[in-house]
């Protein structure tokens, strides 16, 4: 039983097979019937036989499963052969012109001439109803027949526009039309609608109007315009759709309208290729079409960087005078719509900039609407960095496809081109602190390329001297003349000394940019900066105008700023703010919010970088010397511990410096010792132990400090620390006495700060703390417990076994003293609680244990930063260029 499905295939074989006969039935009769004018009329037999084999190839392909692509080149190539054959053969009157044909003969000789263009046109339609994509053929058809002039162009015309009205009614029925080359032909038959032949513009006009319909099937949104009579519609009668398809405006305006964008973008790219043409009337046509086009759609135009990289191109092949002007003008409209994009690409040929692309930049930037977006795009571009390399896929879509970023230079190249424009000079006054700003940047990152590359690029300062003198600050550019502020900016290395020429020149001549300026200059530094070099550069261009024009203090909006840059990540911005805090100091009791900028410098002694830590202990110094006492005093007990860490910092200069200050607080605190006394009393640990430095400048320090001490906690003057007397066993001796009578209870916390110098890995520290320990442990054992004791024995163990033999020999001595403290400790917790209960009992004082006379060969290291009385007048580009 044969199965429904197997009878239907049965049925289309049968069908199909059927049908191939009957084809092969008609054209062997066709051949019959006209085989008689192989003799007569050979060329058009030829033809006629030829463009049957061709019909029989591609309709034979057009069913095959063979892949699209390879599908529609293999067609396009037969139908090349068959329209070279078809349109090549003479016109009718001329056959009958070259033969002594009868009636009969000139009948069967037309009907043979029409059944030939026939067969040609079915093969069109029949792979055009089966895919709209094969509508491209048509555009290359044009582009044959504009090869060669012999071709029958009106018979060509006619054919395609009988193929597009097919077409046109064909995709009413569609619920989807997909046609990628309705641009491509609308261009091509744009201009053949004023082609100088009537009945040539009439087919074209027709042709033109069957592509539009076709595109506003295609396009959803004009088929909802069209419901609203938004669309401009095109007319039934063929004498008013020529006479209205013949004016370039209304091509122009109804070919935006009906084609998406893709193909819009297509129209414009083929009638950009055709300013080239060899033909001049072509070119004229086309580009009188493409800037009409774009006067009213360029906003539909995609793919902008594509269309001007490739005027670029042609510019560079020294395209006629009259040519780029047209394509100069296609860059003006273009920027109107995309001057983003537009920039971008330009800013992206190589530097220095050619003649192209300085024409280019003076057609993006001749229309003065269009100025501030272009301006606005320069800038962003002026963020980035020179020699910068793409960190993400983004970035290299955005810059250059080298391996770095030269987009900046070129940049600041088209501000020098741009700015001088008439048109720009409201633009220019709009944008002047954004301008000024990026080229100060610019002209910083240019330098540090200049180390790495050979050449030399100036372009930044160039643009800044154009934009001073384009501002009305021609005395401004000429007094940096004459300080040959110009000259160090070209200097291989930067000097931020032009930084501050720069912004104290224009604050001496009263820049009537100021307010803008200095409001642009906050919001840059409460947004933060891009690189942390620009901070450096801002801080030094706002501290230079707020000294012109502000008295100290600034005010709060501003010196929130300095506050924050005390604790920033550039070391450089750190102390230029902590500089301009100290210049303050007369004034620190107006300053709001004292307290948190006093904290905010602490936090500063916490910094990696040692000048910051330096120049923040200066500063502190400073404002603390003139602050009133209650609020010194509220402060006192955290800046003194602030100090205690930084009595043990690697550099002796900033050793020296806490250990002075430290004392220098106490001094100034001598009515709130009882506020002071723990943190004195903890900070002795160090300041008996660095009187052992190897720095002098730190053994001063100490013995200055520990005198002050001595007196506030009200302990006998001791003349030990005199530099005749000095001998360290006796003043650590001295010292524990004196805290074992007044202090005891303060014994247990010395040794615990004691024991972490044990480790250190300077000897001079070792040989100290272990005769500290030795003595604070023999005057408060009875405050110890036995594990406290057995970590001190642990502590000093690795000691016994040091490199240094006095260090070996101080350890054995401190062993020795622990072992008779521990045999004097009671084994009962309740006994050793009530011996330190009643520690008085114990007070007793001691001799000398070690006989230690030192060994240290004092040294002075200037590592530290010092401030002079003339600092405080200096200008902050010097005090910049010594702590940088």
């Not at 597009?164 to 990628?180: G, M």
């Not at 099937?217 to 209205?244: A, G, M, R, V, Y």
């Not at 009337?281 to 079409?289: G, L, P, R, V």
Request: aromatic fraction near 10%; glycine fraction near 4%.
């Amino acid at each position: 039983m044969i199965s429904k499905g197997h009878e239907i295939h049965r049925s289309s074989r049968y069908s199909r097979c059927n049908r191939d006969t009957v084809t092969a039935l008609q054209i062997g009769q066709s051949i019959v019937k006209w085989h008689h004018m192989e003799h007569t009329a050979p060329k058009l037999w030829d033809a006629y036989i030829s463009i049957l084999s061709h019909q029989a190839m591609i309709l034979s392909i057009n069913s095959s499963f063979v892949d699209p692509l390879l599908q529609f080149e293999t067609q396009l190539e037969i139908i090349q052969s068959s329209f070279k054959m078809v349109f090549a053969i003479p016109s009718l009157e001329e056959m009958k012109e070259v033969g002594n044909s009868t009636e009969d003969d000139e009948e069967d000789l037309r009907n043979l001439y029409h059944t030939i263009l026939h067969i040609f046109e079915t093969t069109l339609l029949i792979l055009v109803s089966k895919d709209l994509y094969k509508l491209h053929i048509l555009k290359e058809m044009i582009v044959w027949m504009n090869e060669d002039s012999s071709y029958l162009q009106e018979k060509v015309l006619v054919v395609i526009s009988r193929v597009l009205s097919f077409a046109s009614k064909k995709v009413k029925k569609y619920p989807s039309v997909d046609a990628p080359c309705l641009g491509l032909l609308a261009a091509e038959l744009s201009l053949l609608c004023s082609h100088t032949d009537p009945s040539i513009t009439q087919q074209a006009s027709l042709g033109m109007h069957h592509v539009l319909s076709i595109a506003q099937c295609q396009n959803d949104f004009i088929k909802n315009e069209i419901e609203s009579h938004s669309f401009l519609p095109l007319p039934s009668d063929t004498e008013l759709l020529h006479n209205i398809l013949q004016d370039k405006t209304n091509i122009a305006q109804r070919v935006g309208q009906a084609l998406l964008p893709s193909l819009l973008t297509d129209f414009v790219w083929s009638l950009l290729m055709k300013l080239s043409a060899p033909s001049f009337t072509t070119a004229h046509e086309a580009a009188t079409i493409l800037n009409l086009t774009l006067e009213y759609h360029v906003y539909k135009v995609i793919m902008v960087s594509k269309i001007v990289d490739t005027i670029y191109m042609q510019l560079c092949e020294n395209s006629p005078h009259q040519m780029q002007s047209s394509m100069l003008r296609v860059i003006t409209l273009l920027t109107r719509a995309s001057p983003k994009k537009v920039i971008f690409q330009l800013m992206d040929y190589p530097v220095p900039a050619d003649n192209a692309v300085i024409l280019m930049l003076q057609a993006a930037g001749s229309e003065p609407h269009v100025a501030p977006h272009v301006l606005k795009t320069i800038l962003l571009i002026l963020k980035g960095k020179p020699g910068e390399k793409p960190g993400n896929l983004m970035d290299r879509r955005r810059f250059s496809i080298d391996a770095t970023n030269m987009m900046p230079v070129a940049a600041s190249h088209a501000l020098c081109t741009l700015l001088p424009v008439g048109s720009y000079k409201k633009v220019v006054a709009q944008f002047f602190p954004e301008l000024l700003m990026a080229l100060m940047f610019q002209l910083f990152y240019s330098s540090d390329m200049r180390l790495v590359t050979e050449g030399r690029h100036f372009y930044a300062r160039d643009a800044l001297r154009i934009l001073l003198n384009c501002s009305g600050l021609q005395e401004v550019e000429i007094a940096l003349k004459k300080k040959n502020c110009w000259d160090e900016f070209s200097q291989e290395l930067f000097d931020h000394h032009g930084v501050y020429l720069v912004a104290k020149t224009l604050s001496d001549y009263n820049f009537p940019q100021f307010p803008e300026t200095l409001h642009y200059l906050h919001k840059l530094s409460v947004e933060g900066p891009r690189w942390s070099e620009d901070s450096v550069i801002t801080v030094i261009f706002l501290t230079e105008l707020l000294n012109s024009f502000f008295k100290d203090p600034f005010p709060e909006e501003f010196l929130v700023l300095f506050r924050n840059w005390v604790n920033d990540s550039n070391p450089a911005v750190s102390k230029l703010s902590l500089q301009k805090i100290a210049s303050m100091a007369p004034v620190v009791n107006q300053i709001e919010n004292v307290c948190s900028l006093l904290l905010s410098i602490l936090n500063a002694f916490l910094s990696k970088d040692k000048t910051v830590v330096s120049q923040a202990l200066l500063t502190l110094r400073r404002l603390l010397g003139k602050l009133d006492k209650v609020t010194y005093s509220s402060l006192c007990t955290r800046i003194a511990s602030s100090y205690c860490p930084l009595m043990d910092h690697s550099n002796g200069g900033i050793r020296s410096m806490a250990i002075q200050h430290f004392g220098e607080l106490i001094k100034d605190m001598n009515h709130y010792t009882w506020m002071l006394n723990p943190v004195v009393l903890k900070g002795l640990v160090p300041l008996i132990l660095f009187l052992e430095d190897t720095d002098i400048r730190v053994v001063n320090a100490c013995k200055y400090t520990l005198a002050i001490c001595v007196s506030e906690l009200k302990w006998s003057p001791t003349f030990l620390l005199n530099d005749q007397c000095y001998n360290f066993e006796q003043v650590v001796l001295n010292f524990c006495n004196n805290l074992l009578i007044s202090h005891g209870n303060y014994i247990t916390d010395l040794i615990a700060d004691t024991l972490g110098f044990l480790g250190s890995s300077q000897a001079y520290l070792r040989r100290a703390s272990l005769i500290l320990i030795g003595y604070l442990a023999t005057l408060g054992g009875h405050l110890l417990f036995k594990d406290e004791l057995q970590v001190m024995f642990e502590a000093i163990e690795p000691l016994h076994r040091d490199k240094d033999p006095v260090i070996r020999e101080l350890a054995q001595t401190t062993y020795k003293l622990f072992k008779k403290v521990a045999h004097k400790l009671t084994s009962s917790n309740i006994k050793q609680s009530f011996q330190k209960m009643f520690s008085f009992i114990y007070i007793k004082k001691l001799k000398p244990l070690y006989n230690y006379n030192g060994t240290n060969n004092l040294t002075y290291s200037p590592a530290g930063i010092k401030e002079t009385k003339n600092d405080k007048k200096r200008p902050i580009y010097e005090i910049y260029e010594d702590i940088w």
